[in-house]
C-alpha cells in the first residue's frame, strides 16, 4: 500500500479511507477543511460533507474525529497546519476556528502556534457596521512536546535595525562602540544574549514571525477558496526535508499536492467530491511529471 498511494489523490470521505493509511507515515498534515456553514461542495455527499453540519457542535466535533484519526498516521516528530476562517450566523461572530483548535487541543494536541494569514487583496465587501475581515487562521499543532522544525528554513528578514525601524545604529546600540554585531554576541555584553542577536543579526533573517502577509492565489477553476502556494510553503520548508511525505486530508483543487511535488517532497491526498479529486489529480501529475523530467537531466 504505501507505495501505490504516493503522490495519488484518493477518492472518498477521510473518516473511512482513514483507517487503511499507514501508520506513522506522514512527516507532516497541510490542510484546510471546509469552514462551518459557509459553502456547498458535494454533490451527492452531503452526509458526508464536512462543514454542512446544522450546528457548530457537530461541525467541531467532526472534525475532532478526522485529526484524531489522521493522529496515528502522523510520524512523532510531525507538524499539522490547519487553516481556517471564521463565519457569521444571526449577525454573530463564531469564533470556528478558535473552537476547533481549543476543543483539538482538549483532545490531545499540543497547540503551538496561531498564525495570522493576512490576505492584503481580500475580497471588498459592502459591510459598513464592522471592519471588513482580510485575515484567516494557521495553527499549528504538534504530537508531541519535540518535534521537527526547521526554523532557518522560512526566517524572514531582519527589521529592528532596518530603515523602517526606529532602531536605528545597531552596533552602538548594545555599548560596542566600534564594536560589530559579531563580536558582540559572545564578548560579554549581556544586553546582545544569543536570543537577541538571532532577532537581530541572524545572516538568514530573523525567526518568522505569527503574521503572514499572503495575497489570495489566483487558481480559478475551483469553487471554493484555494489556499496560495506561498502559505503552504512556509508550512512545508519549516515542517518537511526533501523526499517526506505531506498529507492532506481536504485536498480540494491539490494546491498541497502540487506544491509538495514541486520542492521534491512526496504527496498523498483525500478528497470527497469526485470532480475536485480528479482535478487535483491532474494538477498534481503534472507536476510530479515535470519534476521527474527535471530529476533525469540533472542526473545527467
Ligand atoms: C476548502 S476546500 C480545500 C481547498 C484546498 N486547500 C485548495 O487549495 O484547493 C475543502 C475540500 O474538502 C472536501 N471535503 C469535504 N468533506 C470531506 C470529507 N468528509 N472527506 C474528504 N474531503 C472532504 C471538499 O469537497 C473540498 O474540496
Redesign the pocket.
Known amino acids: 500500500m504505501n507505495d501505490t498511494i504516493i503522490n495519488k489523490v484518493l477518492k ?4 473511512e479511507l482513514a483507517g487503511d493509511l499507514p501508520e506513522n507515515f506522514f512527516q507532516c498534515i497541510i ?5 462551518f456553514n459557509l459553502r456547498d ?2 454533490e451527492g ?1 452531503e452526509e ?4 454542512k453540519e446544522s450546528s457548530h457542535e457537530e461541525y467541531v466535533s467532526n472534525l475532532v474525529e ?1 485529526f484524531s484519526l489522521l493522529r496515528p498516521k502522523l510520524k512523532e516528530d510531525g507538524l499539522l497546519w490547519l ?1 481556517l476562517g471564521d463565519t457569521y450566523k444571526n449577525k454573530m461572530l463564531m469564533g470556528m476556528p478558535w473552537r476547533v483548535a481549543l476543543a483539538l487541543q482538549d483532545s490531545g494536541w499540543v497547540l503551538r502556534s496561531d498564525i495570522i494569514w493576512h490576505k492584503p487583496n481580500a475580497m471588498p465587501s459592502s459591510i459598513k457596521d464592522r471592519p471588513t475581515t482580510d485575515h484567516e487562521y494557521i495553527f499549528m499543532f504538534s504530537k508531541n512536546n519535540e518535534y521537527f522544525y526547521d526554523a532557518d528554513a522560512i526566517r524572514e528578514p531582519h527589521k529592528t535595525f532596518s530603515e523602517d525601524s526606529k532602531m536605528k545604529g545597531g552596533r552602538n546600540h548594545f555599548g560596542k562602540i566600534n564594536g560589530t554585531p559579531e563580536n558582540g554576541k559572545n564578548g560579554g555584553n549581556s544586553n546582545l544574549h544569543d536570543g537577541r542577536w538571532d532577532q537581530a543579526f541572524h545572516p538568514k533573517g530573523r525567526n518568522k514571525r505569527t503574521v503572514w502577509e499572503i495575497p489570495l ?1 489566483k ?1 480559478k477553476d ?1 469553487h ?4 496560495p502556494d506561498k502559505l503552504v510553503e512556509n508550512c512545508l520548508f519549516a515542517s518537511t526535508r526533501e523526499n517526506d511525505i505531506v498529507f ?9 499536492g502540487v506544491v509538495s511535488c514541486r520542492h521534491s517532497r512526496k504527496f498523498v491526498g ?4 469526485d470532480k ?1 479529486q480528479k482535478m ?1 489529480q491532474k494538477r498534481i501529475n503534472e507536476v510530479a511529471a515535470q519534476s521527474s523530467i527535471f530529476d533525469m537531466i540533472s542526473a545527467e
Open positions: 472518498g470521505d477521510v473518516r490542510t484546510s477543511p471546509p469552514y461542495y458535494s455527499n458526508k460533507e464536512i462543514g478526522v487553516n492565489g487558481f475551483a471554493f477558496a484555494v489556499y492532506d486530508p481536504f485536498t480540494g483543487s491539490g494546491t498541497t483525500v478528497e470527497l467530491v475536485y487535483a
